[in-house]
């Protein structure tokens, strides 16, 4: 009875943070959907957007030196983090947030790009619900194991500290940096969601072993270091974005056909990237089929994997090639975050060959 009871325990732990890891990549492509439709500066503070928790639908309802009121409080803001910037050292970004005279002009009211940044902001705040709701199952599994409380609380930590970046990238007028920390941020956060669903589920079910020693190391490895490429990839196309957002302003947000001729050499680097990491999981994918066939979950996520990132160099063409639709850009992004959740995925998979865990249900 003890046992069942457990089971069906770790079962809902699973499923919430399951729920919590798909949210976070819905976030994500939100996200990727606010950037490509400039609405990032929608709601010029934060938490709330124009001073409300329910954002204005006209202008009209705002007052007259609006703009004013918002400069001055986002040059205040930024003042204490640039302070604090200096103080651990990071004396190059505050000089650059301090000469930034972007920051220091207002966006005019748009309703519709206020609503799609309140919008993600409330997808946010439900996202922190559910993290929060981890926390409090994971503690109910004390009792099985402790890792869950902790992994649960830092993801719940990170969720909070995340929360705080995005009222500074907000106050900073998308300082590009901030927008790639912010970024970071979330993909961390998803592998903890990803860590503590995969332990839940190793706990009840065992993998198949590669019994190859050294093959498995090196696949271990290997795609470990396919993650840090990967990542690199990501941090590089938000520069590239930066250029997208930089040229669409100029042209207002006329004429895509025209943007990625005035792109730098960041974005050539960024194309050409793409065809090493698709170069390197085929060669992971081939040991995979190798040496570790009787895994079949390996086998399913690396085929998952290169599909991926097949896509991801698609949506990457219709981009280049076809104006910068600006559908593809949130999804070229959201496919980039599942790419690392999968090799996430992988190299738990591989790493817990070597020590499979195991806990008593009937405690």
Same mark, same amino acid.
């Given at each position: 009875?003890?046992q069942?009871k457990?089971?069906?325990k770790?079962?809902g732990?699973r499923?919430?943070?399951?729920?919590?890891?798909?949210a976070?990549y819905f976030?994500?492509?939100v996200?990727g959907i606010v950037?490509s439709?400039?609405s990032?500066?929608?709601? &010029?503070d934060w938490p709330?957007?124009f001073g409300?928790?329910?954002?204005?639908?006209s202008?009209?309802q705002l &007052?007259?030196d609006y703009k !004013? +009121?918002y400069?001055l409080?986002?040059?205040?803001k930024n %003042?204490?983090?640039?302070s604090?910037?200096r103080t /651990?050292g990071?004396?190059?970004?505050? $000089?650059? /947030?301090e !000469?930034d005279?972007?920051i220091r002009e %207002? +966006?005019?009211?748009?309703?519709?790009?206020?609503w799609?940044?309140?919008?993600?902001?409330?997808i946010?705040a439900?996202?922190?619900?559910l993290i929060?709701?981890t926390l409090v199952q994971s503690i109910?599994?004390w009792?099985?194991?402790r890792s869950f409380?902790?992994?649960s609380?830092?993801?719940?930590?990170?969720?909070?500290?995340?929360?705080?970046?995005?009222s500074?990238?907000?106050s900073?007028n998308?300082?590009?940096?901030? =927008?790639s920390?912010?970024?970071?941020?979330?993909?961390l956060?998803?592998?903890?969601?990803?860590?503590i669903h995969?332990r839940?589920?190793?706990l009840?079910?065992w993998a198949?072993l590669?019994?190859d020693?050294s093959?498995?190391?090196g696949?271990? =490895?290997?795609?470990?270091?396919?993650g840090?490429?990967?990542?690199? +990839?990501?941090?590089?196309?938000t $520069?590239? @974005?930066e250029?997208?957002?930089?040229v669409? @302003?100029d042209?207002?947000?006329l004429? @895509?056909s025209e943007w990625i001729?005035?792109?730098g050499? %960041?974005?050539?680097?960024? @194309?050409? *990237?793409?065809?090493?990491?698709?170069?390197?999981h085929?060669?992971?994918g *081939?040991?995979? *089929?190798?040496y570790?066939s009787?895994?079949?979950?390996?086998?399913?996520?690396s085929?998952v994997?290169? /599909?991926?990132?097949?896509?991801?160099i698609?949506?990457?063409?219709?981009m280049?090639?076809?104006g910068?639709?600006?559908?593809?850009q &949130?999804i070229?992004?959201l496919?980039?975050a599942? =790419? #690392?959740?999968v $090799?996430? =995925?992988?190299?738990?998979e591989?790493?817990?060959q070597?020590?499979?865990?195991? #806990?008593k249900? %009937?405690?």
């Amino acid at each position: 009875m003890k046992q069942k009871k457990n089971l069906d325990k770790l079962s809902g732990f699973r499923r919430i943070s399951l729920v919590t890891t798909i949210a976070i990549y819905f976030l994500i492509l939100v996200g990727g959907i606010v950037r490509s439709t400039g609405s990032g500066m929608g709601c &010029p503070d934060w938490p709330k957007c124009f001073g409300s928790w329910i954002p204005p639908t006209s202008e009209d309802q705002l &007052p007259p030196d609006y703009k !004013e +009121q918002y400069v001055l409080q986002r040059l205040d803001k930024n %003042e204490r983090f640039v302070s604090m910037l200096r103080t /651990i050292g990071f004396e190059k970004q505050a $000089q650059e /947030i301090e !000469e930034d005279v972007s920051i220091r002009e %207002e +966006q005019p009211f748009n309703a519709t790009k206020t609503w799609i940044e309140y919008i993600n902001r409330l997808i946010g705040a439900v996202i922190g619900l559910l993290i929060l709701i981890t926390l409090v199952q994971s503690i109910r599994l004390w009792y099985l194991d402790r890792s869950f409380a902790y992994w649960s609380f830092l993801a719940f930590v990170l969720v909070l500290f995340q929360g705080w970046i995005g009222s500074i990238v907000v106050s900073t007028n998308l300082l590009q940096w901030m =927008i790639s920390v912010h970024m970071v941020i979330a993909l961390l956060i998803v592998c903890l969601l990803i860590f503590i669903h995969y332990r839940a589920y190793r706990l009840t079910n065992w993998a198949s072993l590669i019994r190859d020693v050294s093959r498995r190391n090196g696949l271990t =490895i290997l795609i470990g270091f396919g993650g840090f490429l990967m990542l690199a +990839q990501i941090i590089l196309g938000t $520069q590239v @974005r930066e250029q997208v957002d930089m040229v669409s @302003r100029d042209y207002g947000y006329l004429d @895509r056909s025209e943007w990625i001729d005035l792109l730098g050499i %960041e974005f050539l680097i960024h @194309r050409s *990237y793409s065809l090493l990491l698709l170069a390197l999981h085929v060669w992971f994918g *081939y040991w995979v *089929y190798k040496y570790a066939s009787a895994n079949k979950l390996i086998v399913k996520w690396s085929k998952v994997l290169l /599909i991926l990132i097949i896509v991801a160099i698609g949506s990457g063409a219709v981009m280049s090639y076809f104006g910068i639709p600006a559908l593809a850009q &949130p999804i070229h992004l959201l496919i980039g975050a599942l =790419i #690392i959740g999968v $090799q996430f =995925i992988l190299w738990l998979e591989l790493r817990y060959q070597k020590r499979p865990l195991s #806990i008593k249900l %009937e405690k």
